[in-house]
């Protein structure tokens, strides 16, 4: 169907029961745009722990669309550091797209635009992961964004609504912090002898968290947490230069 069509069709489509405009008003505020299929959103919004099964057999929830998401934010986010630094080497990159679509990050901008208040979930639930609902219910919201509306939008609404509205991507290259590397400097410095550990691998529902720890002198150090090795080793080494007052 030709989008302009869409888009006709959207004005006199708008839901007639209360909760269904309710959701619509808050979607269209969300993404900036009159959202087409309704029930995209829907399945966006409904974590794993407050799934049906379908009349195929398979439990409906936003984890298909989460794993979309996840592909199309982290392509264009790379696309937009790409064109904004044409002379930066490949490490910058990274490093400033990382620290735009970790966790932590996805989490506090989805409860800055109001995702947190459309959520399904169980409070009971064992699958539910509090560390990473609203994160993977963000790039849920833009798997759906991407099949209701396309690319270009999609596109745009990760730009204008995610990236230039909630990082000041100057202030990110001025905060950038190899943790791990300043540690390994300092215990080069002192002449201690410094070693990293996976302690353990938590496997919460279909993500992995891993526990590291730093050894100094054979004496374990703080503990670190991430959902990878590379992660959990950074968070300890932050949290143990944070302990030893080391700047």
């Given at each position: 169907m030709p989008?302009?069509?869409?888009?006709?069709?959207?004005?006199?489509?708008?839901?007639t029961?209360?909760e269904?405009?309710?959701?619509?008003?808050?979607?269209?505020?969300?993404?900036?745009?009159?959202?087409?299929?309704?029930?995209?959103y829907?399945?966006?919004?409904?974590?794993?722990s407050?799934?049906?099964t379908?009349?195929?057999?398979l439990?409906?929830?936003?984890?298909?669309?989460?794993?979309?998401?996840?592909?199309?934010?982290?392509?264009?986010?790379?696309?937009?550091?790409?064109?904004?630094?044409?002379?930066?080497?490949?490490?910058f990159?990274?490093?400033?797209?990382?620290?735009?679509?970790?966790?932590?990050s996805?989490?506090?901008?989805?409860?800055?635009?109001?995702?947190?208040?459309?959520?399904?979930?169980?409070?009971a639930?064992?699958?539910?992961?509090?560390?990473?609902?609203?994160?993977?219910?963000?790039?849920?919201?833009?798997?759906?964004?991407?099949?209701d509306?396309g690319?270009?939008?999609?596109?745009?609404?990760i730009?204008?609504?995610i990236?230039?509205?909630h990082f000041?991507?100057?202030?990110?290259?001025?905060?950038?912090?190899?943790?791990?590397?300043?540690?390994?400097?300092?215990a080069?410095?002192?002449?201690?002898?410094?070693?990293?550990?996976?302690?353990?691998?938590?496997?919460?529902?279909?993500n992995?968290?891993?526990?590291?720890?730093?050894?100094?002198?054979?004496?374990g150090?703080?503990?670190?947490?991430g959902f990878?090795?590379k992660?959990?080793?950074?968070?300890a080494?932050?949290?143990?230069?944070?302990?030893?007052?080391i700047?």
């Amino acid at each position: 169907m030709p989008y302009f069509l869409k888009i006709f069709i959207s004005l006199f489509n708008v839901p007639t029961k209360k909760e269904d405009r309710d959701f619509y008003k808050a979607i269209k505020v969300i993404t900036g745009r009159r959202p087409f299929n309704l029930s995209l959103y829907r399945l966006a919004m409904k974590h794993s722990s407050a799934a049906y099964t379908s009349t195929r057999g398979l439990k409906e929830s936003n984890e298909r669309l989460e794993y979309l998401g996840d592909s199309i934010l982290g392509m264009i986010v790379a696309e937009f550091l790409f064109t904004r630094f044409p002379f930066k080497e490949e490490g910058f990159l990274t490093e400033i797209r990382s620290k735009i679509v970790n966790r932590e990050s996805l989490n506090e901008v989805s409860k800055k635009i109001g995702i947190n208040d459309l959520i399904q979930f169980h409070q009971a639930s064992k699958s539910l992961s509090p560390k990473s609902i609203y994160g993977d219910s963000l790039e849920a919201l833009i798997g759906a964004v991407y099949l209701d509306k396309g690319f270009a939008p999609c596109r745009q609404f990760i730009v204008k609504k995610i990236i230039n509205a909630h990082f000041d991507v100057e202030d990110l290259i001025h905060t950038i912090t190899n943790h791990k590397s300043r540690i390994i400097e300092w215990a080069q410095k002192e002449n201690r002898e410094l070693a990293f550990e996976i302690l353990e691998i938590n496997q919460e529902n279909k993500n992995k968290q891993f526990v590291a720890q730093i050894f100094i002198d054979g004496a374990g150090q703080e503990k670190g947490y991430g959902f990878s090795k590379k992660k959990a080793e950074q968070d300890a080494a932050r949290t143990t230069l944070e302990k030893l007052g080391i700047s």
